[in-house]
């Protein structure tokens, strides 16, 4: 190793003294660059997914009560001597305050065969969705006395319309392509349920939402 001499050995003791201080001057790490600021977090739109439109929306507020109409959806009620004169369905309890609905309604140009028949309640004390099973339950025994035939498939949702809570129809099997439809609308204080002779699921909701905008106020 070479020998320094003594002028150059006390300018790399001064040379290293001031580079330990600088290491150590607060006043030198204040005047470092800042660190890159962190990514944006993403926002709640784009972090939740869209979800699916449901079939089943809140039902408006404020009571809703039924009335039979001349009328619904485009279908003429049954009078006479071939409308329906009893209650097909037992409805459950009624109680002071409740209305129970009960028609049959004719398609366009009918003249024959078995009508749609309509039952519904308003001012429901309980849950109206139990109501609404307790008339699904008579209505299916109705039917299966009266011409349709096989096990009830599940019920699906439809779009319920203005009125909102819910809307759902099931079919009874039979061997023809069209089956009876049983649709039922339950919402904040009424539920309903209507028999659709030889028809789709999807064209009985389209009806009885229709039907309903007529009936319920």
Avoid at 28 to 56: F, H, R, Y
Avoid at 173 to 199: H, K, M, Q, Y
Wanted: proline residues 11%; aromatic residues 4%; glycine residues 8%.
């Amino acid at each position: 190793m070479p020998s320094l001499g003594p002028r150059t050995l006390l300018a790399m003791i001064a040379l290293t003294t001031t580079l330990t201080l600088t290491a150590c001057d607060p006043a030198a790490e204040a005047e470092a660059p800042p660190a890159p600021p962190a990514p944006p977090a993403p926002s709640a739109a784009s972090a939740t997914a869209s979800t699916p439109a449901s079939s089943t929306s809140p039902a408006s507020s404020g009571k809703h009560t039924l009335a039979e109409a001349a009328t619904a959806g485009g279908l003429t009620k049954a009078t006479g001597a071939g409308a329906v004169s009893d209650v097909p369905v037992d409805p459950g309890q009624m109680r002071d305050g409740m209305h129970l609905v009960v028609a049959d309604y004719n398609r366009a140009g009918q003249t024959s065969g078995r009508r749609i028949l309509f039952v519904g309640v308003d001012s429901v004390p309980e849950d109206p969705n139990k109501r609404r099973e307790h008339l699904w339950r008579g209505l299916i025994d109705y039917a299966l006395q009266n011409g349709s035939t096989g096990t009830p498939t599940t019920a699906k949702p439809y779009q319920p319309g203005p009125f909102g809570g819910s809307l759902e129809c099931l079919s009874l099997p039979e061997s023809a392509n069209n089956t009876d439809v049983i649709c039922g609308w339950s919402d904040t204080t009424t539920a309903a349920v209507a028999l659709f002779p030889r028809t789709t699921p999807a064209d009985a909701a389209r009806l009885f939402g229709a039907m309903r905008a007529d009936l319920e106020h």
